[in-house]
């Protein structure tokens, strides 16, 4: 599926048949994997459901809800709508797959698509909407401030199977379907960092820029680097696949 087609599909929400020799054509101009022409009309709805289960819960709640309970959630309002048989197929089809098929060669963090995070394991930070682990990931944070400054905060802690999948739904739509793009700039569901604690940063009043490169030009990034205790988990080149993410921490 082409980029404009596929942005067409969602602009207009019809579902027609693709022309099946541009289909292949695109397909053949690189090693990319897209979502599939069979795939778009499920994989739209699902990508749609779960934005609908997380402005129901909001967006705090979502980061840390499980799957089964997602799945509750949407049967219970109407404005969600039940998920359909296909469409948990789908999700489980796209979080089992061996993601070195997109050029992604992270190691699977999380075992099953049915994997809780347990409440009393994590803990919310103030004004930030996210969860760390307590102990070791929140402590480590805890020395992160007070050796950089106030000036940093949380941009992303613990993240549980639907909140990488969301993330991970709307990257697909940001490549216009390409969903080996996609997995070189976000972490599979299954592979995810942040579901065993590690998390991203930023320098409060940097908005989306926390998440570019530009990150580097800050002095809290530079006051990062400094720390013995903590260390970058995506460098330039990584052997993951994943492009350079300065701003995501690995916690030693
Ligand atoms: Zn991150």
Known sequence: MDRRLFLGFMATGTLSVVANNRFERVHKRDDSLWITDKQVH?????????ELVKRTVGQGNFNIISFDTMLKIA???????????????????????????????????????????NKK??????HTGHYLFRGHSKNSYKRVISDVGKSLMLTSGVRAVPKQMNLYFNKIK???????????????????????GDFDVGKIGWGYKNFTVSFITTKEFWRLRQLSYISMRYT???????????????II
């Open 236 to 250: 330039i080149n990584n052997k993951e696949g994943v492009r350079f993410e300065p701003w995501h921490v690995k």
């Open 42 to 50: 499920v994989f739209l709805s699902v990508a749609k459901k779960v």
């Open 121 to 126: 394991d994590v803990s919310k930070i103030r």
């Open 174 to 196: 940001r490549t216009g379907g390409n969903i080996s793009l996609a997995s070189r700039s976000l972490a599979p569901p299954a592979y995810s960092y942040h579901s065993v």
């Open 75 to 117: 049967s219970r309002y109407s404005r969600v709508g039940k998920f359909t048989p296909q469409e948990v197929a789908f999700m489980e089809e796209i979080f089992y797959q061996d993601p070195n098929i997109h050029g992604f060669y992270g190691k699977r963090t999380v075992p099953s698509i049915t994997t809780k995070i």
